[in-house]
């Protein structure tokens, strides 16, 4: 009984800080990474015709290279620098949409992981519309 008692209490545990992890707002790195990937996308892919734009009824309606100028304005950063920044981070992301446009589901979870934190960095920094993943 007391190793069932233990395994539920680790449970408890984990799953606690990983909700935890979740409420932490988003550096400016991190959303000038999720901001330049999905521009890149919209880029190679377009805005209309491709699945991002099919699936996210707001996805041509957002420049994420306007959101990422203003970001870097309230993150009293250079354009350049905040992208220099995040170039590992935004590398790893545009290949998850490329693989996901290319793979035509943008349903899996990797996208959506980067669409929630779209939505969350919005929600941080006042930015609208969101693509509402």
């Known amino acids: 009984m007391k190793i069932i ?20 707002a988003p550096t400016t790195v991190k959303c000038a990474a999720v901001y330049g990937a999905l521009a890149q996308d919209q880029g190679a892919f377009g805005t209309t015709d491709s699945l991002m734009g099919e699936r996210y009824f707001n996805y041509p ?58 939505d969350t960095c919005d929600a941080e920094y006042g930015f609208s519309p969101s693509l509402g993943g």
């Open 61 to 118: 309606k957002i420049s994420f290279d306007d959101r990422l100028t203003r970001l870097a304005g309230k993150a009293e950063k250079g354009v350049s620098e905040l992208k220099d920044s995040a170039a590992v981070d935004e590398s790893a992301f545009y290949k998850t949409l490329v693989d996901a446009e290319t793979d035509g589901d943008v349903e899996v979870t990797g996208v959506q992981d980067l669409i929630r934190l779209s």
């Open 5 to 24: 008692a233990a395994g539920i209490a680790v449970l408890v545990l984990c799953s606690g800080a990983a909700r935890a992890e979740e409420l932490v």
